[in-house]
């Protein structure tokens, strides 16, 4: 993992990115191409009744809701990592 990564391993962190889904997950192991996530949340923005803050602070609250057990995030499409600890809850 990069030295700028490394404090986010093995933690739960949010993948932002260009679309209206984002990633939140177990940051596992990062590569030239992406990064793995496990026990993992893949979510569209267009699914469900909450604005992305709303839902990413229902999460670090809750728990995520996991539906995924391992999934790759491709590099280009990710635009933020953050820790889920880092989330500002409402």
């Given at each position: 993992m990069?030295?700028?990564?490394?404090?986010?391993?093995?933690?739960?962190?949010?993948l932002?990115t260009?679309?209206t889904?984002?990633?939140?997950?177990?940051?596992?192991s990062e590569?030239?191409?992406?990064?793995?996530?496990?026990?993992?949340d893949?979510?569209h923005?267009?699914?469900?009744?909450?604005?992305?803050?709303q839902?990413i602070?229902?999460?670090?609250?809750?728990?995520v809701?996991?539906n995924?057990?391992?999934v790759?995030?491709?590099r280009?499409?990710?635009?933020?990592?953050?820790?889920?600890?880092?989330?500002?809850?409402?």
């Open positions: 990069s030295e700028s990564l490394n404090p986010l391993a093995g933690q739960l962190v949010v932002d260009h679309s889904t984002f990633y939140i997950g177990r940051l596992v590569h030239p191409d992406g990064f793995w996530l496990e026990q993992a893949v979510h923005q267009d699914e469900g009744h909450a604005t992305r803050e839902y602070a229902e999460s670090a609250r809750d728990g809701h996991v995924r057990q391992r790759f995030v491709f280009g499409t990710v635009v933020s990592i953050s820790a889920l600890s880092d989330i500002l809850r409402e």
